[in-house]
């Protein structure tokens, strides 16, 4: 099932067309791919200012620099290796033997660069709070009370939150409308459900999908009450069926939670496979939307009311706001 899902999934839109096309065919893809990308390296005058934070585990690095004296943030992330592709990656490459014993050999791979991508996401201009958000620190679990979330969360996330105007973009089909996988158009029970911009969309071991809601005003799980259960049995539904369908990839797979806190102040629910740790899936910041759904059912103000702890980095602005009311 998840092959075939593999193989819708490489078919769609704006998953790669290079998956399934004749010899030919994909030569001359490369071609105008290629040109494509030659416009467009908004990179070529990067100018380095630190990398923020790397991971040999996770194949990735996230740096901060200039472009254009503009404050930039570039992610960089080696892509898992695809099934579909494999064996075009082993018979055309160039090999050098690193080293041979007995039945033992190893070399370094040099795939063609079309098999040798590297998912880039491009944050510029970027605020120093990309910066902060992307910079390797300690982090500390804070308690947070419902009094809390009103003298210094809320005062504070009002004060200073990340632009949510890519989420704009997105309801009002401004960008990225051609990535949608489903829409439920209801202004009050509505949300449109996407690719997150994490997931290349290659293959399903790390699908990420984000369903981001019609309704304005619902900033964080800490705003939901039980007249929201509607909105979020919509979102869950509608969404696991849209999943299945599209990816054949069933609920019982799916790990479907909300951020607290999140990064974006605009109500959104996170899809992720199952098998995939995604950054954020932890319980210190995860709430499974079926846990707020029950909850809501119990006590219709239960967010409102209840001490709820989520991670933050040392050099977070919340976290002086929390030491400056003496409750951490
Ligand atoms: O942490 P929070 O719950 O706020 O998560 C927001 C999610 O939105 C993250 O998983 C991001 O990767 C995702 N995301 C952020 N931006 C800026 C975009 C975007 O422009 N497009 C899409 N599709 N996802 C985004």
Known sequence: ?????????????????????????????????????????????????????DSAREKNMFIHGKIDEEEAVVILEKTPIRED??????????????????????????????LNEIKTTLICPATMKHVKKYQHQEIFLVEETGEDYQSITLPYIQSTSFSVQWVQNILEKKAEAERIVCEDPDPEVGFVLLPDFKWDQKQLDNLYLVAIVHKGGIKSLRDLTAEHLPLLQNIYLKGKEAILERYGLPASKLRVYLHYQPSYYHLHVHFTALGYEAPGCGVERAHLLADVIQNLQLDPKFYKSRTLFFPVKKDDGLLLKFKEAKRL
Request: include cysteine; charged fraction near 35%; hydrophobic fraction near 30%.
């Open 1 to 53: 099932m998840e092959d075939a899902a593999v193989k819708r999934v490489c078919e769609g839109k704006d998953a790669s067309h290079r998956a399934k096309k004749t010899k030919e065919d994909s030569e001359n893809d490369r071609e105008e791919v290629r040109e494509e990308w030659e416009l467009e390296n908004v990179l070529s005058g990067f100018k380095l200012t630190k990398v923020l934070s």
């Open 85 to 114: 592709t494999v064996v075009e990656m082993l018979n055309g490459s160039r090999l050098k033997l690193e080293m041979k014993n007995d039945i033992y050999s190893t070399y370094q791979l040099q795939p063609p660069p079309h």
